[in-house]
Structures are given as C-alpha cells and as structure tokens.
C-alpha cells in the first residue's frame, strides 16, 4: 500500500477514535473516557485483532465496571424498615421497589433478605442494569461461598464480599440455602508451609506435585421463598424512565460515574418512573479521601446539594437517637406532592 495510503488510514483511524471518545465523553464524561481507553487497551493485550466497535461494545455493556457487595450500605435496611412503611397502600396493592445498577445482584438479594427480616410480604422489586450478562447472573443467583458444605451455616468463617454476620443470618433463616452445586477452590496443601515454598523456590527445586489441594466449595443461592416478587430487566435509565412506575428506587453508586448534564438526565428519567410521594435512595455522599480525587468527587458532591433545588424532590427526615425533631439525612429523597 503506497504510504500515503498508510497515512489516510491512519488519519481515519483517529478522526473515528476521536469521535468515540467524544461520545463516550458526553454520556460518562472525562473520566469515562480514561475508563474506556484503560480497557481498550487491557482488550487488545486479550485479543490484538479486537475492533474498536467490539471494544466500544463490551464498554457499553459495563461502563461503570459495576461493583456490589452482600448488605453493602445502611440504606437497604432504611428502606426495608422505615420508607415502605411511609407509603400509603391500599390492602393487598403491592409496593414497588426498583433498583438501577445491581450489577451481579448481591444487593438486590440483600434487600429481599431485609424486606422478610421486617415482615414485609408486599414488596416488589425490580432490578435493573444495563449489562445482559449482569442481569442474566443476577437473575440465576448462584454465588460461590468460601467455604465447604460441612462449614455452609457456621458463623466463624468468611462467605463472601460484604458483611458476613448478617449473610450468616439469612443462611440460618433458610432465605440463603446451598444450591447443591460445588466449585474447586484451589488452597496451598497445609503440610508445607509457606517459609518451605519460598526457600525452595529461591533454591530453584520443583515445585511438589501436591502443593496445591482443591476442596469442594458451595455455590449458595436465594430460597424458592425469597425469589418471588424479585425481578430483573435489562434498562438503562439514560435511555428512559423504569417500563413501570415505582414506590421507591434505589440507585447506589452510579451517578457518581457521569458528568452533570447526564446525571440531570437520569435524574429527570427517576422522577418520571415514581408514584406520588414516592423516594429516591442514593449513596451517602462520597468524600475525597485523597486529592487526587476531590478533581472528580467534588463535583458530584455540589451537584448532590443542589439537587432539592433543581428538581421536584425534597431530603426526607428521619427520627435517630435522642433526636427530638426528625433530622435530614443524605441520599434520601421523595417527590414532592400536595403533603409535602
């Protein structure tokens, strides 16, 4: 190929590289941008022959590389235990809770665990995320336990991310059970310890052919009880509102991913999903812990406080402590109404 061609290629290859991440940058802003440019490369280590299209894809697919934790944050319990009980249903009208991001579905689960903790049999819940492959393992259920089948149910050991007293629990409760499904779990054989590993290895000898064990683990799953009523569906709130309105929605940690002129439009689309006076629940607040990250934290913490300015939500107080009067407290929402 004459080299001009090779340079008209090549100019073409930026101007379409140029327009993709100014894409990317009006939806996620600069930051998603360095996200996407960070797999972009990690992809075509995995694959050299990757397209741009492929990788703009599989971004799509998981722009905000969600994260979730079993009973991660405070805000699951305050909606299981205080909000559905402000909402004014008529007998046997169900109370609709969606959630946007769940990502792989701990918290979803989580959540439907605390709703039968506080007694509550008239909750709906609808989880959302814009990954299919997300939704689709949210929806089986299945998660890897660390942890044997004679262990399954004891308390001194660790199951998986997140809080591991009250997963406990729920195993106890028989809303967390063994599915009967196994996986391997690779462990270092305990009759060498790892001071013998390391000097071997320094002296150049073989590795032993039993050095490593691997030990049936349980793969754990929500009960047939705690599964009805939980629902999840592919959507993506930038595109629209929830295909059915709901009481409360949760979205923790994912407006933080995008720039102002994208979270007011998510926003927009989370009011048009609510019943009257229904809530929107968010993450505390984060904090920059170090400056590097005060450039992108401090600009979603200005738009958090204008938030009841801008939009038809005022912060929801709640009774704490020794409080006299009910106090505000970051991250809750409702939509205004004749009430309020």
Same mark, same amino acid.
């Given at each position: 190929?004459?080299?001009?061609?090779?340079?008209?290629?090549?100019?073409?290859?930026?101007?379409?590289?140029?327009?993709?991440?100014?894409? /990317?940058?009006?939806?996620?802003?600069?930051?998603?941008?360095?996200?996407?440019?960070?797999?972009?490369?990690?992809?075509?280590?995995?694959?050299?022959?990757?397209?741009?299209?492929?990788?703009?894809?599989?971004?799509?697919?998981?722009?905000?590389? =969600?994260?979730?934790?079993?009973?991660?944050? &405070?805000? @699951?319990?305050?909606?299981?235990?205080?909000?559905?009980?402000? @909402?004014?249903?008529?007998?046997?009208?169900?109370?609709?809770? =969606?959630?946007?991001?769940?990502?792989?579905?701990?918290?979803?689960?989580?959540?439907?665990? @605390?709703?039968?903790?506080?007694?509550?049999? &008239?909750?709906?819940?609808?989880?959302? &995320?814009?990954?299919?492959?997300?939704?689709?393992?949210?929806?089986?259920?299945?998660?890897?336990?660390?942890?044997?089948?004679?262990?399954?149910?004891?308390?001194?050991?660790?199951?998986?991310?997140?809080? &591991?007293?009250?997963?406990?629990?729920?195993?106890?409760?028989?809303?967390?059970?063994?599915?009967?499904?196994?996986?391997?779990?690779?462990?270092?054989? $305990?009759?060498?310890?790892?001071?013998?590993?390391?000097?071997?290895?320094?002296?150049?000898?073989?590795?032993?052919?039993? *050095?490593?064990?691997?030990?049936? $683990?349980?793969?754990?799953?929500?009960?047939?009880?705690?599964?009805? =009523?939980?629902?999840?569906?592919? $959507?993506? /709130?930038?595109?629209?509102?929830?295909?059915?309105?709901?009481?409360?929605?949760? /979205?923790?940690?994912? @407006?933080?991913?995008?720039?102002?002129?994208?979270?007011?439009?998510?926003?927009? $689309?989370?009011?048009?999903?609510?019943?009257?006076?229904?809530?929107?629940?968010?993450?505390?607040?984060?904090?920059?812990?170090?400056?590097?990250?005060?450039?992108? *934290?401090?600009?979603? =913490?200005?738009?958090?406080?204008?938030?009841?300015?801008?939009?038809?939500?005022?912060?929801?107080?709640?009774?704490?402590?020794?409080?006299?009067?009910?106090?505000?407290?970051?991250?809750?929402?409702? *939509?205004?109404?004749?009430?309020?």
């Amino acid at each position: 190929m004459p080299e001009d061609a090779n340079l008209s290629l090549e100019a073409s290859r930026l101007e379409i590289a140029d327009y993709v991440d100014k894409m /990317i940058e009006e939806i996620h802003g600069s930051v998603g941008v360095e996200m996407f440019d960070k797999l972009y490369e990690r992809l075509k280590d995995e694959n050299p022959q990757i397209t741009l299209e492929e990788a703009l894809k599989k971004f799509e697919e998981e722009p905000t590389h =969600g994260q979730t934790d079993w009973f991660r944050g &405070d805000n @699951l319990r305050e909606v299981a235990e205080d909000l559905v009980e402000r @909402l004014e249903k008529k007998d046997g009208e169900e109370i609709k809770v =969606g959630i946007v991001g769940c990502s792989t579905g701990e918290e979803v689960w989580s959540l439907a665990v @605390l709703l039968k903790n506080a007694g509550r049999t &008239d909750v709906a819940i609808l989880a959302t &995320d814009t990954s299919p492959n997300r939704i689709e393992f949210a929806r089986s259920g299945k998660y890897k336990a660390y942890v044997t089948p004679q262990q399954f149910g004891k308390d001194a050991f660790s199951l998986h991310r997140g809080r &591991d007293d009250q997963l406990n629990d729920a195993i106890k409760k028989g809303y967390i059970v063994d599915s009967g499904e196994r996986w391997k779990q690779r462990q270092i054989n $305990h009759k060498y310890s790892v001071r013998e590993i390391v000097d071997d290895e320094k002296a150049g000898l073989p590795r032993p052919s039993d *050095l490593y064990i691997y030990n049936d $683990h349980v793969v754990m799953e929500p009960s047939v009880d705690l599964r009805g =009523g939980v629902n999840f569906e592919v $959507h993506d /709130i930038i595109d629209g509102p929830f295909t059915v309105k709901q009481d409360v929605i949760i /979205i923790n940690n994912v @407006l933080v991913h995008f720039p102002d002129a994208t979270r007011n439009k998510m926003l927009s $689309h989370l009011i048009d999903s609510l019943n009257p006076r229904g809530f929107i629940v968010m993450e505390r607040t984060p904090r920059p812990m170090r400056k590097e990250e005060a450039g992108w *934290l401090a600009p979603y =913490g200005n738009w958090r406080r204008s938030i009841t300015n801008n939009f038809s939500l005022e912060a929801v107080r709640f009774k704490v402590g020794y409080s006299k009067e009910p106090i505000e407290f970051d991250g809750y929402y409702q *939509l205004k109404g004749k009430d309020s």
